[in-house]
């Protein structure tokens, strides 16, 4: 099956600094690859996704791009704010099925 | 838009006892999952419903875990016995899963501590 694999598992970076979140997955099949932020007591949120045939998007400060070849998608936030202090996850769907297998997560802190 | 509740938010049982949890996902739509979410962890997949047809439970330990979907919208996902490994948030998410859309909309979760 899928695996997925998240780097780093701690992030602590300045505010208006950037932070890189990367991923990377076993399944050449994969085609779908969406980042969750997960905020203390909440279910998982999605903040932005990429499918297989692009290679980068963006929306406001975030950004992901992706790497079919070398089988890997980063997180790029820019101007981080302290309100993006969370858990963020990547994720991939499997050729072979259709749920989110995720990654282990990693925890970002944004200091004033 | 409604996003996708459960309940109860938090539940705390003593080994051995049983436990349910309740999911309603977002109106209209046809796949809901069940994940667990151990501390420190990533979501895990459960079991993975089409309507009221399962798709995929192959990661269900079947020997303690139960979920169904009667009529393809609340599900109910249940544990018995309990063990100390079975703490964890359970996490519910809805997804239309069209070609167009398969994001998944997650729940706040039920937290369980089993002591």
């Known amino acids: 099956g899928e695996n997925v694999e998240q780097h780093p598992s701690t992030l602590s970076v300045q505010e208006g600094d950037s932070a890189v979140i990367k991923c990377t997955y076993s399944d050449s099949a994969s085609n779908y690859f969406p980042w969750y932020k997960q905020e203390l007591g909440k279910g998982p949120q999605l903040i932005i996704d990429i499918r297989s045939n692009v290679g980068e998007k963006k929306d406001q400060r975030i950004a992901v791009t992706l790497n079919k070849t070398a089988k890997h998608f980063s997180l790029h936030i820019t101007e981080t704010q302290p309100e993006d202090s969370a858990v963020y996850f990547c994720a991939a769907i499997p050729n072979s099925g259709y749920a989110l297998n995720f990654g282990k997560g990693t925890s970002l802190l944004v200091t004033p | 838009e409604a996003g996708v509740a459960q309940s109860p938010r938090y539940k705390i049982i003593e080994k051995r006892q049983s436990v349910a949890f309740w999911c309603n996902p977002i109106?209209?739509?046809?796949?809901l999952y069940w994940y667990q979410q151990i501390l420190g962890q990533g979501p895990k997949l459960l079991i993975q419903?089409?309507?009221?047809?399962?798709?995929?439970d192959s990661q269900l330990p079947k020997d303690r875990f139960s979920a169904e979907r009667l009529k393809g919208v609340d599900s109910t996902l249940k544990i018995q016995p309990a063990k100390l490994e079975d703490s964890a948030v359970y996490l519910c998410?809805?997804?239309?899963?069209?070609?167009?859309?398969?994001?998944?909309?997650f729940g706040q979760g039920t937290r369980l501590t089993v002591v």
């Open positions: 109106s209209g739509h046809a796949t």
């Open positions: 998410a809805s997804s239309p899963r069209t070609q167009l859309n398969t994001e998944a909309f």
């Open positions: 419903f089409q309507n009221n047809g399962v798709v995929d």
